[in-house]
């Protein structure tokens, strides 16, 4: 009963590499969302995406970039990692209308650890 | 969208009712309220939503007074396995188009045996 599957559970990179963070959802939703989330800081919205190829800055966007080239997967990509940015990352999804009534579906997250 | 205050932290045993009281005073006429749980190593999990008055699930209880600028999410018998952080949000549920989430830090509650 998977829902929204993240790629990796944990990954450890260096500082300076091209991080790739997957995310995939099989409930055909139309927005896709990155957050981060740090002690003391709670979730923190990086992008979002409400449809293919479309792609909002959140409130963290520095350091980060996305793609949605398909309807299902939205990729975080960290162009050169850096120890601050070391966290948890979630992937949510949800529909564009009426989705109060489900609210979001979250992924189980991506503990990315940069040494 | 609307800021959030809830407490930081709350304790009880199991058995007891659990009350976590999240106050929205600038909440706007359009806006719902939505409550997350979130286990440690997992993504938040949608629980519960409501307008204004009382909304009941399998899970939870949201109480909101007819000012809205405040609300009560209830959790009856709180077992163990209810230990979790809990968030409070405020806004439109997207009948009107897209909107995105905030979350806060949550109330991180501690049930104990």
């Known amino acids: 009963d998977v829902k929204v599957t993240q790629s990796s559970r944990y990954l450890v990179k260096r500082t300076g590499e091209k991080v790739f963070l997957e995310c995939v959802q099989d409930?055909?939703?139309?927005?896709m969302f990155w957050y981060r989330q740090d002690p003391g800081l709670g979730l923190r919205l990086i992008y979002f995406s409400y449809d293919v190829k479309m792609k909002e800055k959140g409130d963290i966007p520095e350091g980060y970039s996305v793609s949605r080239e398909k309807k299902e997967r939205f990729s975080l990509i960290l162009e050169s990692a850096s120890t601050n940015q070391t966290s948890m990352y979630l992937c949510a999804s949800s529909p564009s209308y009426g989705w109060g009534e489900v609210g979001y579906t979250f992924g189980s997250g991506t503990r990315l650890t940069v040494v | 969208l609307a800021k959030t205050t809830q407490p930081i932290s709350m304790d009880s045993y199991e058995g007891q009712e659990v009350n976590i009281t999240c106050s929205h005073n600038n909440i706007a006429t359009n806006d719902y309220i939505t409550w997350y749980q979130q286990f440690p190593s997992q993504g938040p999990r949608f629980i519960i939503q409501g307008y204004k008055t009382k909304v009941t699930n399998e899970v939870a209880s949201l109480f909101i007074p007819a000012d809205r600028k405040s609300s009560t999410l209830s959790l009856p018998r709180v077992s163990l396995s209810d230990t979790a952080v809990y968030y409070c949000?405020?806004?439109?549920?997207?009948?009107?188009?897209?909107?995105?989430?905030?979350f806060g830090t949550g109330t991180r509650l501690l049930v104990s045996p």
């Open positions: 409930m055909d939703h139309e927005n």
């Open positions: 949000l405020v806004g439109d549920i997207g009948n009107t188009g897209f909107q995105k989430l905030v």
